[in-house]
């Protein structure tokens, strides 16, 4: 019985541990031959986060204003060194709703991969927690098909794998697999069943 609950626990408590991530930040995922996601759309404030899963030596920039050069204030300029990570907060200070172009270059300035950001300025109610202002392309839209159009959705899957669009200051992140939360709510209800019936066992044993 107690290898039971223990198996029961582990399993309920899976789910999360793979469904967690942080708010207002999309992490794109640099690997040898392809970029995921090559596309995003973000809010003021929140944070584009390379991260490179290969061994190879790359560099990253954005022209912010368009002018044709990279040393402007406002510009971004980044070694992503094997393994490495950068990263850029799209402040409300510097940066205004429009498509930043960020590039990824080989060591000898070759380009490799883009990545075409679109920034929605922040216009929300700051007392509220749902960013209910907020449209992210056709209203009608339906990215990862989960029956939840994509302004309303908090969480859009943008390729396969990447799994969450967080939106919010105070927005945790969710699970974009639906089918793993029915499996974990499942679990909770077969763990409790099983701890009552173990309570009542315990109980009746003391009673003789």
Wanted: some cysteine; overall charge negative.
């Amino acid at each position: 019985m107690r290898f039971t609950l223990l198996a029961v626990f582990l399993l309920l408590l899976t789910p999360l541990a793979v469904s967690a991530h942080g708010a207002d930040k999309m992490s794109i995922i640099v690997r040898g031959s392809r970029m995921d996601p090559d596309t995003v759309q973000m809010v003021q404030n929140d944070t584009v986060e390379f991260v490179s899963v290969n061994q190879t030596n790359r560099s990253i920039r954005m022209d912010a204003n368009g002018d044709g050069d990279y040393d402007d204030l406002t510009d971004f300029n980044c070694n992503l060194s094997g393994g490495g990570i950068c990263s850029l907060e799209m402040n409300i200070t510097n940066y205004t709703g429009n498509v930043y172009l960020f590039e990824v270059l080989e060591e000898d300035n070759s380009l490799v991969f883009t990545l075409n950001l679109t920034l929605i300025n922040d216009t929300h109610d700051p007392n509220s927690s749902v960013p209910g202002d907020y449209s992210f392309g056709d209203t009608n839209e339906d990215v990862d098909e989960d029956g939840i159009p994509d302004n309303v959705d908090r969480c859009v899957n943008t390729e396969p794998d990447v799994e969450v669009l967080p939106m919010g200051e105070d927005f945790q992140g969710c699970d974009a697999d639906t089918s793993i939360s029915t499996f974990q709510s499942l679990l909770g209800i077969l763990f409790i069943g099983l701890i009552g019936a173990w309570m009542s066992v315990r109980m009746r044993k003391a009673g003789d």
